[in-house]
């Protein structure tokens, strides 16, 4: 199944009140499962340099079909995979990318950026769950 | 004055509204005064091709502070303006790029595509003139 | 011999004022020989839009010693150069791009754009022979 | 409030002298508050390579809002950010990107690159600080 836009706004909905609350202005943006585009919001005065992050890390997480954090084990200089990084136009492997999901089963991505990394974690797991809480 | 994000819901609603209307799934992009993405929504079964042409219309109106249909002139044959259309990563020169007023003033960009030009041009309509009508 | 940053501000600020006397807001920029940028200023509210069309018209200028109109001539569609446009990073071959003289002798390139093409030409050509009036 | 050309020639002017008292050949960058480039000099035998680290230092500092050398502190391999040196076109960060301040308002960003990290710190910082002394 895919993530479809009455989701996705559903989704980014629960992620600005979620950021709105923990008082930071992020960058909102949901794919779909191909890793395409789905909806984008930039909140007032969020950095505009947290844009493209906030897409790669929806992108990243779309790629490996889960969390960008998790993506990021394999990116760690200790990791040894030399020049993973820069494939697929760039990678992010922190915090703030993940699946969203329903009854269980990945309908889309949601990337989170413009706070801290644990902010940015807490907003897009916000918009990550609304689906799957029925 | 720059768009908001509250003012970007507006526009980006109003054009969804007129697109179910016209039965066009469009690609919806708001972008602020300098061209940078505010808001995106991609409706559903809308083309993925038409994602970077939405952009792009909205990009070139921003660019050149007027409709994307007005900058076309500049790039027909005849205009003998060899090159330009591959400037700014590649102009887009057809209806559906407008700006977005309030009081008569520009704040913000929006740029549709997935269906007919003139059904594009409607939609982009409804979404430029919502908070210009008060 | 190669422009240097006092003859480059000489350059652009002619050309500046030859702009505010037309009354166009003019993007200028100053190449050297090589076709690296030397110096550029966007006048207030110019069309984000000319900022890259300036510089690409200097750029087409330089890289083929002549003025970016000339170059325009080997790219109309009846000179059937198939993908010449679309070389180096895009030309761009209309007016307003210029060799800089001094001594009859090409030390730079200037590009403009900002106003109608006509415009630019006069203001790429005051910036263009002011060094070689003397 | 945005800088206009008047004020970003007397942000160059005042990182030049300084670049020239301290004996370096310098790239300066000036960029509005949206990252767009507004005025630029490269000074005889700056090195070329300088050139776009000049920008992206400016560039860095005006998409996170603070000094290039801040961001870096996200960059560092300790910092665990994966990828987003790679993001927005790459991130430059270490000191000699700074925010211009005015009445303690940010109006636009300054890049410099041609000396020591820490000489370009103080052309930066002769140039940001102009316009915030009276």
């Known amino acids: 199944m895919e993530i479809n836009l009455e989701e996705s706004r559903q989704v980014v909905q629960m992620a600005r009140v979620k950021a709105i609350q923990l008082n930071v202005n992020a960058n909102i943006a949901i794919l779909d499962t191909a ?15 947290s844009m493209d992050i906030a897409i790669k890390k929806a992108k990243t997480a779309s790629l490996f079909r889960t969390s960008s954090e998790n993506v990021g084990e394999y ?57 799957n809480q029925n």
């Not at 930039?42 to 340099?49: I, Q, T, Y």
């Not at 995979?81 to 089963?105: C, Q």
């Not at 801290?116 to 797991?125: F, G, M, N, R, W």
């Open 35 to 49: 890793g395409h585009l789905k909806a984008f919001e930039r909140m007032d005065d969020a950095f505009l340099g």
């Open 75 to 131: 990116l760690k200089p200790e990791a040894g995979t030399y020049g993973m990084m820069a494939t697929n136009d760039g990678l992010v492997g922190f915090a703030g990318g993940l699946p969203i999901l329903k009854n269980s089963e990945i309908i889309g991505y949601i990337g989170i950026s413009g706070g801290a990394v644990s902010e940015d974690l807490q907003i897009a797991t916000a918009g990550a769950e609304v689906l």
